[in-house]
């Protein structure tokens, strides 16, 4: 049995099989978060966004119909908001698992605390 406190909130945190499907997908997601080809996609997707934000903005300028253009700008938000959805899955997916342990952490260290208390000759 691990000695730390939070190598022992990890084991429990991650012993289902929901958690433990988790922690396969971070270090899948960890692989690709660490390629570089990963770095130039997310710089592809900023550069994309500043180009709709600039048409559009032209096209305001020009006096391009406001419904149409409405229109064509929910359209881009709705896609621009999909893919950095998309994106933000890798980190989404660390916090679900960071919250897990801390979680289980915090709950170790409550049952701790009781228990040393149940004992306590002053409790």
Do not use: C, N
Request: proline content about 4%.
């Amino acid at each position: 049995m691990p000695d730390d406190l939070l190598d022992v909130a990890i084991s429990e945190a991650t012993a289902s099989p929901q958690a433990a499907e988790l922690v396969r997908v971070s270090r899948r997601y960890d692989e690709l978060r660490t390629s570089a080809a990963w770095g130039e996609l997310r710089e592809e997707f900023k550069r994309r966004r500043e180009t709709v934000v600039r048409v559009l903005g032209e096209k305001a300028l020009k006096g391009a119909d406001p419904q149409q253009l409405r229109d064509e700008g929910i359209y881009a938000r709705g896609f621009l908001d999909g893919v950095e959805k998309l994106l933000d899955r890798p980190d989404e997916v660390e916090r679900k698992l960071e919250r897990l342990v801390r979680d289980s952490y915090d709950e170790l260290r409550h049952e701790l605390l009781e228990a040393t208390l149940e004992r306590s000759p002053y409790g």
